[in-house]
């Protein structure tokens, strides 16, 4: 469970403060499957930020589990969003030096002594699972946008999160691919009890989740126009 309780995120360009999120009330369940919409510079990335732990508050808390995180240092955020969060983007962010298969592994590389299952045989089950074991040893610039974003999925789940956090997974794929992408997160939470957070500037995307948040002017609305 994730609460975010009256949160507030601004930037400063130079003496100008940006206020991109502006007092937020917000809590989701485990195993939501939930969308964040609203338009360009609404605010949809910064609140995804601050729900997996990749920015600080200005202001407020964020509880994860009943916990107050909102103050922890940065070495234990990192350490708690490397177990508990999975991240999906856009641009799919792969490192292009690295395999298919180094890729996946790449968020075992800090916690590898800790780990309670063997991360050679959950990369292979991930790479199967979605369709890119065949794939393995390319590296991400030879293959397509799907499986570029199979792939980002795939190291998404590494870990084993509790919260996968997508932000326009599908904005740089055809429709046709995106709708694949969709299907796949629909299923994460059901196949691996994980909370899925969409972030989307598209209604038609965010009218596949079961709840949908509104975000305009960095606050929450009850309707999107
Ligand atoms: N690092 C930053 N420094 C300064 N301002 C920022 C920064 N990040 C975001 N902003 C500003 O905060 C506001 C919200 O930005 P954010 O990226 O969260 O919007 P968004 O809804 O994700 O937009 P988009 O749909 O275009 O991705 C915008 O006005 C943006 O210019
Ligand atoms: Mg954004």
Known sequence: MIRLQDVC???????????????????IKDKEYVSILG????????????????????????????KN???????????IRNRAVGFIFQSFNLLNRFTVYENILLPTKYAKESLDFNFRDRASELLNKFGIWDRRNFFPNKISGGQQQRVAIARALMMKPKI??????????DTKTG?????ILENLNKEFNVTVILVTHEKDV????RRKIYIKDGQIVEKYL
């Open 179 to 183: 709708n694949e992408i969709l299907g």
């Open 39 to 66: 338009s360009s510079g609404s605010g949809k990335s910064t609140l995804m930020y601050l729900i997996g732990l990749l920015e600080h508050p200005s202001s407020g808390k964020i509880f994860m589990d009943g």
């Open 9 to 27: 995120k601004s930037y400063f360009l130079g003496d100008e403060e940006v206020k991109a999120v502006r007092g937020i009330n917000l809590e």
């Open 206 to 209: 965010a009218k596949r989740t």
């Open 69 to 79: 995180v909102s103050k922890l240092s940065d070495k234990e955020l990192s350490k």
């Open 164 to 173: 996968v956090l997508a932000d326009e997974p599908t904005g740089n794929l």
